[in-house]
């Protein structure tokens, strides 16, 4: 494995559209740093890091522009974010769709690693660039946390949304006047020269709610996702393989732990030692995944309870109804009256740009 892992054919195309519209043409850059035109158009593709970054640092110097990075998230689509993206528009809120990233976002590439943070009431998502190589690394830590935001407003069809603050790990730019793109693109004060690199918002910002959820495509493209990344052999935790596994089978039957331990080349009593390692179990696992899809269809479905019960795998409705009572101290109906009846904008926290 390359030390700067691999970036995906879609995400690579946001660069190669903003060089565009930046009046360069990316074929010489990609055959300065080596990476074949057929694999920069094919959205399934993985490229390798180093000649990645040759290419951005390539694009950063050609297009002459200080703040290349920040202004390519201008081109941030759904698709940018391979498999990912799609998952994120089909999630119920904001906060379901960050909670995604932490699973997918290998699938992405491996240019960072995402952690969520909730310190003093505020929600703090922080990126943690692999990449170690000036000037590659400002810039990408600008388009990501731009992308984010961008992304977000997209998503919750509101142009006027903003985090609290943006913490920047690398200093200001000298040009006084380039800060004034941080302030339009981010839409909230951007501090230079922080320990780490991070978007910080407020909890009820996050439980904005999404223009189009949709609960079954949901199910779907994160089943799909699961099967990506077992492919790519990039599953990073036991837990998260035994999720994935778990939800690829659920829209069908629920998969029996002996047939997961088999798939995983374990058996039982290792699968249950390892998870333990990971403080959590397997029963731990099926039932956080079941009741976070049973909020989601009661929430956003009109589905009846039999067909939630028969789909997440319970024997009849009554066990169903059991296990959410217990783990939300309300009834499964209860909880879709009471979510139904909250209107959107008790969701949302903005800032004007």
């Known amino acids: 494995m390359n030390d700067l892992g691999t970036i995906s054919g879609a995400a690579l195309n946001q660069y190669l559209v903003s060089a565009r519209a930046a009046g360069v043409d990316p074929s010489k850059g990609l055959l300065h740093s080596g990476i074949a035109p057929a694999l920069a158009d094919d959205p399934e593709a993985r490229i390798p890091g180093e000649q990645f970054e040759r290419l951005l640092i390539w694009l950063i110097e050609t297009s002459g522009d200080p703040l290349f990075g920040l202004h ?196 039982v009593r290792t699968l249950h030692r390892r998870l333990q390692d990971e403080g959590t179990s397997w029963q731990d696992i099926l039932d956080n995944l079941r009741q976070e899809l049973a909020r989601t269809y009661l929430r956003d479905t009109s589905m009846a309870q039999t067909e939630i019960a028969e789909r997440l795998g319970y024997s009849d409705i009554r066990s169903f109804q059991r296990s959410f009572k217990r783990h939300h101290q309300m009834t499964p109906g209860d909880y879709r009256d009471q979510n139904k009846s909250l209107p959107a904008s008790k969701n949302l926290s903005d800032k004007s740009g």
């Not at 689509?77 to 119920?92: E, L, R």
């Not at 036991?238 to 058996?267: F, H, Y």
């Open 72 to 267: 390519t998230s201008q081109y941030v689509q759904p698709g940018s974010y391979s498999v990912m993206g799609y998952i994120a528009m089909s999630a119920s809120t904001l906060f379901e769709a960050l909670s995604k990233v932490a699973l997918y976002e290998k699938l992405v590439g491996d240019m960072g690693v995402t952690e969520t943070l909730v310190n003093e009431g505020l929600v703090e998502v922080r990126w943690i660039c692999r990449h170690q190589k000036q000037p590659a690394r400002r810039h990408l830590i600008e388009n990501v946390l731009g992308s984010w935001v961008l992304y977000s407003r997209w998503l919750t069809d509101n142009s006027n949304l903003s985090p609290e603050l943006v913490m920047l790990e690398h200093g200001a730019p000298e040009d006084r006047r380039l800060r004034e793109d941080y302030r339009r693109i981010f839409g909230c004060e951007v501090r230079f020269d922080q320990p780490c690199s991070a978007i910080i918002s407020s909890p009820v910002s996050l439980q904005h709610r999404l223009r189009q959820p949709d609960p079954q495509l949901h199910s779907t493209l994160e089943a799909h996702a699961a099967r990506k990344l077992q492919s790519l052999g990039i599953e990073t935790t036991l837990t998260q393989k035994v999720r994935n596994r778990i939800l690829s089978s659920l829209t069908e039957r629920l998969p029996r732990k002996e047939q997961v331990a088999e798939d995983l080349g374990l058996n």
